[in-house]
């Protein structure tokens, strides 16, 4: 019995369907940016289970910080967007700021100036796409 593929299925994540949210910009928001990743990682899961547990938690963290950073540096809403890709999950965060993230000095004693240094470490590629109206952060995790 000879086997031939099967072009006519889809590969498991792509039966994920991504995520589309936004919020108003207020602190609960970080919040809520993370249970509805949480949600998707779920849904993921489901479909196609990680290659490394700790991918799950880094995910979470990078949306963590990315939400937080729109809400102290940009007022207004925001959007989270997060879909699967082959190999990973694309994150995209819009804020209503023109201003790109640039990393801060970290000085002992004193909150924050880690974030961005973590999203780069964390994620295989950053971009940051600047528009008239805001920006869009776009991050690539492994999955």
Wanted: net charge negative.
């Amino acid at each position: 019995m000879a086997t031939e593929p099967r072009w006519d299925k889809a590969w498991p994540f792509e039966t994920v369907e991504a995520l589309v949210a936004d919020f108003g910009g207020d602190l609960p928001d970080v919040t809520g940016a993370r249970l509805a990743a949480e949600e998707f990682l779920r849904r993921l899961a489901r479909a196609s289970p990680p290659t490394s547990p700790e991918y799950w938690n880094d995910i979470l963290l990078v949306v963590d910080e990315l939400a937080a950073n729109a809400v102290q540096y940009a007022p207004g809403p925001f959007g989270l967007r997060m879909r699967p890709t082959y190999d990973g999950v694309h994150v995209t965060l819009h804020d209503t700021s023109t201003t790109p993230p640039a990393p801060r000095p970290f000085k002992p004693g004193q909150s924050g100036g880690i974030g961005w240094h973590l999203v780069h470490t964390l994620c295989h590629q950053v971009s940051v796409v600047v528009q008239p109206e805001g920006k869009d952060v776009h991050v690539f995790l492994p999955w």
